[in-house]
């Protein structure tokens, strides 16, 4: 298609349409997501004139990508990421008539080390909620159900969740009690620092009841205590604990899709041994990193989600808020709009 075939479209009025489209396909997270990332366009864009996006180039595109790097000053995941919704928005642009057909094809997606993923590695809130959806509705009260609900509801640590027994669980008061038991191989990662009641939702609570009453194997560990998560041999392994996330958190066992182009009945991550293989599966570190970056988003306060999550502020600005800065600034406005 040339650019005589093309619909005049400003980048302003292209973002607008965009998002129109994709609202009610995806969460209003995701949409806000989508505009925060895209804004950057739009600014590029004026900087340089463009008023029409019948205009971009495959050049436009990768000089859009290298000044975004430098004027967010990101790393590579970041980028990344903004690249990715870049990518999609063109590609919507093309179905409307607005830029020229195979734009989208020639973005140049950057390339992100093993290690780089894994230091950023986080469950989006958009994909727990899917898996969860799909939790509750195909698997509830497993064993894999209770297991995702309550590292992403807590955001507590897979040691916190291994340490729980029937027992620390109170349904009438809606909380857990978290405890240091080191004699019975239960220790937590801060000692009796880490000790603590953490809260529940009702929803979360029937859960669990009904995982206790229904589901759960009845046995007690080799210290005749009773495992809150159990399986028919006791207690839950943690490394039975990070296979199940593993297995879970890749798309193609709660969507039924893989984003990566592979064959699901050939795919070596749908291997039993090979969950951990899937380029889009996560750790149970990574739904707690996402679990503190939810409660952030929520304007949950920073000493609430430290006490809740067991860990410092200086942490939690160091190691587990993921949030954008552009969701960082909007937050704040909130506080400050009407001084």
Request: glycine fraction near 6%; hydrophobic fraction near 30%; proline fraction near 4%.
């Amino acid at each position: 298609m040339s650019t005589n075939d093309l619909q005049p479209l400003t980048p302003e009025k292209a973002k607008e349409m965009y998002l129109r489209e994709r609202k009610g396909e995806v969460s209003d997270r995701t949409l806000q997501a989508h505009h925060y990332r895209l804004v950057h366009f739009i600014r590029w864009s004026e900087k340089n004139g463009i008023e029409n996006m019948n205009d971009l180039t495959g050049r436009d595109i990768h000089e859009f990508r290298l000044w975004r790097k430098d004027d967010g000053d990101l790393n590579a995941v970041s980028l990344q990421t903004q690249i990715q919704t870049l990518r999609v928005f063109l590609r919507f642009c093309e179905s409307i008539d607005g830029v020229r057909e195979g734009l989208s094809e020639k973005v140049r997606m950057p390339t992100v080390s093993s290690s780089e993923e894994r230091s950023q590695e986080m469950l989006s809130a958009e994909r727990a909620e899917n898996l969860l959806q799909y939790l509750r509705r195909f698997e509830y009260a497993s064993r894999f159900h209770v297991v995702v609900e309550l590292l992403w509801h807590t955001g507590i640590r897979m040691g916190a969740l291994h340490a729980l027994d029937v027992g620390d669980f109170y349904p009438q008061d809606a909380y857990l009690e978290v405890e240091h038991r080191p004699e019975t191989d239960t220790a937590l990662k801060n000692g009796t620092e880490g000790e603590r009641y953490v809260g529940l939702s009702l929803d979360v609570c029937e859960t669990v009841s009904d995982w206790i009453e229904q589901t759960r194997p009845d046995v007690t560990d080799e210290h005749g205590r009773e495992p809150l998560i159990a399986t028919r041999h006791g207690r839950i392994a943690k490394s039975s604990i990070r296979a199940i996330v593993y297995n879970v958190s890749r798309p193609c066992y709660y969507a039924d899709e893989c984003p990566h182009g592979r064959e699901i009945e050939t795919c070596e991550a749908t291997e039993q041994s090979h969950h951990s293989r899937c380029p889009t599966g996560v750790s149970p570190h990574a739904i707690r990193r996402g679990s503190i970056t939810h409660h952030l988003t929520n304007d949950v306060p920073e000493k609430v989600v430290s006490d809740r999550m067991n860990v410092s502020a200086d942490v939690i600005d160091k190691h587990y808020d993921q949030r954008s800065e552009e969701v960082k600034v909007e937050q704040r406005r909130e506080f400050i709009d009407g001084i």
